[in-house]
């Protein structure tokens, strides 16, 4: 299947753009557009209808695109318990039409002072893979409702209470479960059931929740509404506070009131780098999405992709993947713990070197085989994206981690933790839930955070300007690539939301693909250059089976076309409770 419509001469046209503008320059054409229109209406895309409605009637109230996206971020938590949560994380990556600021939330969960390495082995020194991955050990210090509180405090125009009320009333009244939810409770069943708080919601009526089933988290609306009236202080102290911690330590962890007392989120600088004529703002560490998206794409900024044969294209894309994917490994982790070389690792000139290693028609053997699969996932972690009638825009990722993230839920809170201590190394060396490793610059320490591959990212260029991201676990950032290119090679934003999607992360040594996203006689040629394909469905390619036909990702982007001044907005077609809605001014 081609990605990229019609052979277009791109080299042609980066060749002269570049000589008639530095790189700098572009990006200053890029935001000087940005800075002088207002775009025709409003945009909002997220995994589920409800949320983008929050997100639409907190605009229609009189809110910002910051209010919007704290009402989606507190649907999502209520409506996608499988993905996202209050329990969990996330980045929020926004641009503030008024002062021409990017500014990064960064609310990634912290490891609790319990939380170090020796904590998680076993008493044959490995990795105790229940521990990192279901009940309280696996869990992290959630940082989304501080995301929220922060969000709202410092850039809504509404009350944070006024941009809660919608997921409270949802929360309250009850929705209707999805396939994807109780597909996703049947698989984490066994883990999720061990948990009385777990079971009194999921089993509510004494049987496992069913498609069509009404959904009510009568404690979930409290703890929001206790969020609402005393912001930061009603999720980290008092009441809900104190039932977190009895909840984590009925089932023998070791949160102390310090942990959540203590967590803060931390605003950072974007990372921001060039790419044909677009200037793409994105993830800084603790996520590894930005620095490896820098790298993928100043790889691969000379290659006239478009033109390429499948084949051809799929294979430099994939070794800039592999690249990209190997330094993850190394050097990437919380950066207010380890010193990360980003001058160098997000430079052209280094990206040079890589391609110079890039052989034309033959795979890179990766250094060394794991043996480990890549993951079974995706319906984790959420994405939305918004523009608001002012131009402000947010890109969002939040998460739990894994399916339902820990599956604790503390005993009247409604709180689903996330199992978010997996995405250290908690063993050095030993891959992850995703089949990453990493090594000491991602080893748990108390307060650190955890390194991330969520990547939300503005894409702006003098003519478009796009939002996007996707979850996926390590496969978000090649999605968010793989979206970067599809705009560039001029999609609109349904189409970018549909690309067919491959993966290779250096470790295991293969491209992973979702059904039919390379053709046949590409397969075959890939193969050919020495690279190990996994098609789902295929006999002996590797493919464990447990992933045949599972699509990736759950991409939801909009879009503002300035020369033709119409927004669009896409919720990924692979999932139909997902929405994507334009409002008209
Ligand atoms: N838990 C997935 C991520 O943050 O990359």
Avoid at 48 to 68: E, P, S
Avoid at 230 to 246: C, E, I, N, Q, T
Avoid at 375 to 397: K, M, Q, Y
Avoid at 477 to 497: F, K, P, Q, R, S
Wanted: aromatic letters at 8%; one cysteine or more; proline letters at 7%.
């Amino acid at each position: 299947m081609n990605a990229f419509p019609p052979v277009r001469r791109w080299c042609i046209r980066f060749i002269v753009v570049l000589l008639l503008l530095p790189g700098t320059a572009l990006a200053q054409q890029a935001r000087a557009a940005d800075d002088a229109a207002l775009p025709p209406g409003a945009a909002v895309a997220s995994a589920h209808a409800l949320a983008t409605q929050a997100g639409l009637d907190i605009l229609a109230a009189g809110g910002n695109a910051f209010d919007a996206a704290v009402a989606v971020s507190a649907a999502l938590s209520v409506v996608e318990p499988i993905s996202s949560g209050i329990g969990g994380g996330g980045f929020f990556l926004m641009h503030d039409k008024a002062s021409g600021r990017d500014v990064f939330i960064d609310a990634r969960e912290t490891a609790p002072r319990s939380g170090t390495p020796e904590a998680y082995l076993d008493k044959d020194g490995e990795l105790d893979r229940d521990r990192a991955t279901n009940g309280p050990w696996a869990a992290g210090i959630p940082g989304l409702p501080a995301a929220l509180v922060h969000v709202s405090d410092k850039y809504g125009r509404l009350p944070l209470a006024q941009s809660l009320a919608p997921a409270i009333r949802i929360a309250r009244e009850g929705f209707e479960v999805y396939p994807r939810m109780a597909r996703g409770y049947a698989g984490r069943r066994e883990v999720m059931q061990r948990y009385p708080g777990t079971r009194a919601i999921y089993e509510a009526d004494g049987k496992p929740i069913q498609t069509g089933d009404r959904f009510r988290q009568p404690d979930l609306a409290r703890t929001l509404e206790a969020l609402a009236a005393r912001g930061h202080d009603g999720f980290y102290k008092g009441d809900v506070a104190r039932r977190l911690l009895a909840g984590v330590r009925a089932e023998g962890g070791q949160w102390q009131a310090s942990d959540l007392a203590d967590y803060k989120v931390v605003e950072r600088e974007p990372l921001r780098f060039n790419y044909h004529d677009w200037e793409v703002v994105t993830a800084p560490p603790p996520s590894s999405g930005g620095v490896a998206l820098a790298q993928m794409l100043q790889v691969l900024a000379p290659y006239d992709l478009p033109a390429m044969e499948e084949a051809a294209r799929t294979h430099v894309v994939v070794e800039a993947m592999r690249r990209a994917y190997r330094d993850r490994t190394f050097y990437l982790g919380d950066p207010d713990f380890v010193t990360i070389p980003m001058r160098t690792l997000t430079s052209a000139e280094y990206a040079a070197g890589l391609r110079a290693t890039i052989h034309p028609e033959k795979a890179t053997p990766s250094e060394m085989l794991s043996g480990q699969p890549t993951p079974l996932e995706d319906e984790e972690t959420t994405h939305f994206s918004i523009i608001d009638a002012d131009g402000n825009r947010v890109a969002a990722t939040q998460t739990v981690n894994l399916l339902y993230g820990s599956g604790l839920i503390p005993p009247g809170t409604g709180v689903l933790l996330n199992n978010e201590m997996d995405d250290f190394a908690l063993r050095p060396g030993t891959p992850n839930a995703f089949g990453v490793m990493g090594f000491d610059a991602n080893a748990p320490e108390p307060g650190k955070r955890m390194l991330s591959s969520m990547t939300p990212t503005f894409m702006v260029s003098p003519d478009r300007i796009a939002v996007l991201g996707t979850p996926g676990g390590t496969r978000i950032i090649t999605m968010v690539l793989l979206g970067v290119l599809g705009y560039d090679a001029g999609l609109g934003a349904e189409a970018v939301a549909a690309l067919p999607r491959y993966h290779h992360q250096w470790l295991p040594d293969a491209i992973g693909t979702e059904s039919g996203a390379l053709s046949p006689a590409t397969v075959a040629k890939l193969r050919e250059m020495g690279h190990t394909v996994q098609v789902p469905d295929e006999e002996g390619s590797g493919d464990t089976g447990r992933r045949s036909s599972h699509v990736w990702g759950n991409f939801n982007t909009v879009l503002w076309d300035l020369r033709r001044d119409v927004m669009e907005a896409s919720a990924d077609p692979r999932y139909a409770e997902g929405r994507g809605t334009v409002v008209e001014r």
